[in-house]
């Protein structure tokens, strides 16, 4: 018998692989920043926030229940959100243009929509009666 109180994930098996991929950009983004004051701090910023996207994935994976997953998953979100920040900070005080970090701008935003789909998904689960 299946266990209805743990989640399960309704999210493709390659959303572990595009996590991960999207923290390597950020690690390599990070790297090619300006070695002065302003590239230094968000570059850890960034770093910080883009790369621990994929650590709350995996902790959400192992949760023992519905509350503890979404809590896992919305910290992710979070971080997504405050990745996006760095990055446009980027952009907008010109340290590095707009084109190159388009890809990962639009890879972010699709990541934000996988994951609160997923946050839905079993909130919306919890409401339907078990029977």
Known sequence: MKD???PTLTTPPEL????????LRVIKLS??????PAGQVIGRQVLRSGISVGAHYREARRSRSNAEFIAKIELGLQELDETQYWVELLIEAG????????GLI?????LISILTTCVKNVKRRE????R
Do not use: D, G
């Not at 340290?95 to 388009?102: A, F, N, S």
């Open 31 to 36: 790297a090619a920043l300006p070695r002065t």
């Open 127 to 130: 409401a339907v009666p078990q």
């Open 16 to 23: 572990s692989v595009r996590l991960k991929q999207f923290a």
């Open 106 to 110: 639009t890879e972010s935003n699709e």
């Open 95 to 102: 340290l590095v243009p707009e084109p190159r970090l388009r």
């Open 4 to 6: 209805e109180s743990k």
